[in-house]
Structures are given as C-alpha cells and as structure tokens.
C-alpha cells in the first residue's frame, strides 16, 4: 500500500477577482489540506508565511491600522511544530485557499489565496479556528488587490469539511463586523460562535 500525506484537494469553491475596470468575476479555486507531516508542503507553508509577512509589512507601512495582524507566521510556526513532532498530529489541521487546479503534491505558494489553521474537538463536536488568514495583498492593496472574498471561501469550505460543527473563534476588533456578517455571533467581547 502506498501512502500519501501530501496536500490534498478538498473541495472547489469560488472567489471574485477584480478586474482592471473593477467588474468583478467569479473565479474557481481550490480548497485544500495540507499535511503536516510531508516535507513538500512545510516547504510550501515557509514560503507562503514568507511572502504574506513581507506583503502585510509592506502593505502595513501604507496604513494606519495597529489592530490588523499576520497571522500566517503563526499558522507556519504551529505547522513545523507538528511536523518535527508528529506524535502531536490529529488535534490541528491546515488549509489553504488556492487559485491551483491541480498538481496538489506540489502546492504553489505563489497562489495561496489564503490559510486557515483548526483545533479538533476531540468528540467531534466543535471546531475552533485558531487562525485565518488572507493574502494580504488581497486583503490591503489598493492597486495589487486582485481577489474579494477570500476569507468567505475558507469559511464555506470549513463549514462544508466539518459540517455539523459549531465553530468557534476569536476575532480581532477589525474584522468583527466581517464575522457578524457571515452568520457569526458574539458571544464575549471578541469571542464568537457560528451554530451549525
């Protein structure tokens, strides 16, 4: 039997991307787990929280927002963690957002659109996100910003994956009202639930 732990589709979805005359077209991309224990995807993971911390510095020195967070270089950290300890593998799982049709053991970082990170209940009851992420180019740039809707794709794809679930998170001030909008609510300050 041969056995394969490299990225694996999961799904399509769709986003909008931002054409130059700013019409908006639906767009397919791929929903996809990234396995913790293959070396082509830690690779892939360094490389996309590489690319995302220079494009959210480059795009954080344009603005005036001290709320807003990367957070890929956390998704990348608790990542390797598990990679160089995979007895801590099954409570985690990684996901990525990508405009890739296929090749999924070679995922290109180049077209991630976005990264989510879960923690499993061990009954299956809930799903925590502890992390989503955006290209942030995607989600600051002005003239770079070629996609909408991101951060809604990764949540229809979780919803779909974990169906069932109530999900929970913990949301930074800024983008409160983008989870109240998807269906979320708040439960404390800026913990939030969405009810399967």
Known sequence: MNV????????????????????????PVSFVKMSELDTEDMYAMNKIANNY??????QMSKKDDPDSENYAESIRNNFN????????RGYKDFFA???????FEYIDNQKVLGLAETFN???????EVRFLQTNPLH???ENTREFKKIGTAILDCLRNYFKGRTIYLQADYNVIDFY??????????????FKA
Do not use: C, W
């Open 53 to 58: 911390k220079r494009a959210f510095n480059e």
């Open 4 to 27: 394969s732990f490299k990225a694996r589709f999961i799904q399509n979805a769709s986003v909008l991307r931002i054409n130059k005359d700013n019409s908006l077209k639906e767009t």
């Open 97 to 103: 957002l990508t405009t890739q049709q296929e090749g």
């Open 139 to 141: 989600k600051f740039g």
């Open 121 to 127: 209940d061990v009954l299956g009851d809930f799903l």
């Open 180 to 193: 109240k909008k998807y269906g979320f609510e708040v439960l404390k300050e800026n913990n939030m639930i």
């Open 81 to 88: 963690h598990i990679y160089n300890n995979p007895d801590m």
